[in-house]
């Protein structure tokens, strides 16, 4: 390492110990966020140097985390991409391609989702000229149930795309079960549930692909950021083309004919010998993220495991700490799953003598963090009115999450302190309103 790239990584470590949050907690006082990236030292530092090492584009750090990521989360391939949303659209759109041949999706098939949930697990079925089909969830666990999703299939219907439920996994294995059994694909956003698991295997693995998002609300932080993975090679190869502009070449940035017939391809009308670099075989974007963003990945990837564990710990304090408490759903896990938890989902049962704006005031006066359940019944929202649709059964349970649910935090960044105080708040306003 050069003296003055020390000199700065050692100005950078300074920095970081200048800028430590090193004020203890005041109840009411102190904001508690309901999520955000926990960014330590190791963290920081792996910023500066990329950005000392001028890593602006695509590059060694976004293959090393995704080999890195895809063995973790035990998928043969991982790509990264600039956003969870990215990597959804992704996803939808593989099935779409023209490798597929006759499996491919095509304008006016079918997709089951939930109709609660977050828009952009949905909005790449439309986006691709498909028809959502919304089923409704369960109070409690926020997940669908595999008999909602087998009454829902039909003879259009092609595929299923649904999320794991702020870290609660759905039925994965019965809801995969029924998608081999009907011939269809199945995605799972895996955005808010990194390192759960269903029947003691790990959720993202159930389906054909799976999608992360690294916005700083999830498990791991890149800022923006997203993945998708899977272990069907021809799938991964469909993502790629699909993620870097659509072209047919797979050299990573900056390099050139690894597969060493560069000038050797006749595809399409194009003249023989036209270069494979510009050969374009899908109608693809640029969703690419930047080495800046894979190098943070990299030291987030290493915490990993002490995140999801914080989580499940702040999770469990809250859950004993409400246990019993009348008038409010407290969440429960999927059965025969063990979540890696994205957020703490209260609702107040509609016959409490309170309204869920009452309670959600009370604990904001307090700086105690609120959030919805995302879009609660997307069906209700402007933009999805007037969009072709389908929904089997009724969305009653998603109606009650649009109107009485909010989730509090559970990430690493809490202590047990807050929780508590959280516990604490939600207790008085209950015993004093209830
Ligand atoms: C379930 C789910 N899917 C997708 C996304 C989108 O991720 P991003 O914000 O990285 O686009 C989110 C965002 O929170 C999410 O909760």
Known sequence: MSDHKALVLDAARKYHEDQRDKEPFVP??????????????????????AALEMRIAAGPSSRKFESRF???????????????????????????????????????????????????????ILQNGL????????????????????RAIGPKTRAIMIAHALGNPFEAAEIAQLAEEHDLFLIEDNCDAVGSTYDGQLTGTFGDITTVSFYPAHHLAMGEGGCVLTSNLALARIVESLRDWGRDCWCEPGESNKCLKRFDYQMGTLPAGYDHKY?????????????????????????????????????RRLRDGLDGLPHLILPEPTRRSDPSWFGFALTVDPEAPFRR?????????????????????LTRHPAYIDQPHRVVGDLRNSDVITEQTFWVGIYPGLTDEMTDYIVSSVKEFVAARG
């Open 28 to 49: 009411g006082v102190t904001e508690i966020w309901p999520s955000g990236a926990v960014l330590e030292e190791e963290d920081r530092l792996a910023l500066v140097e």
């Open 70 to 124: 895809a063995r973790r989360l035990k998928r043969r391939k991982a790509h990264l991409t600039n956003s969870g949303s990215s990597a959804n659209l992704l996803a939808m759109t593989a099935f779409t391609s023209h490798l597929l041949q006759d499996r491919r999706l095509k304008p006016g098939d079918e997709v089951i989702t939930v109709a609660a949930g977050f828009p952009t697990t949905v909005n790449p």
């Open 131 to 150: 028809v959502p089909v919304f089923v409704d969830v369960e109070l409690g666990t926020y997940n669908t149930t595999a008999d909602r999703v087998a």
């Open 279 to 315: 050969i374009f075989s899908h109608v693809g974007y640029n969703l690419k993220a930047t080495d800046i963003q894979a190098a943070l990945g990299l030291t987030q990837l290493d915490k990993l495991d002490r995140f999801i564990d914080a989580r499940k710990r702040n999770w």
């Open 357 to 377: 704006a009452e309670l959600v005031d009370f604990l904001e006066g307090r700086k105690i963090g609120t959030r919805r359940l995302f879009a609660g019944n």
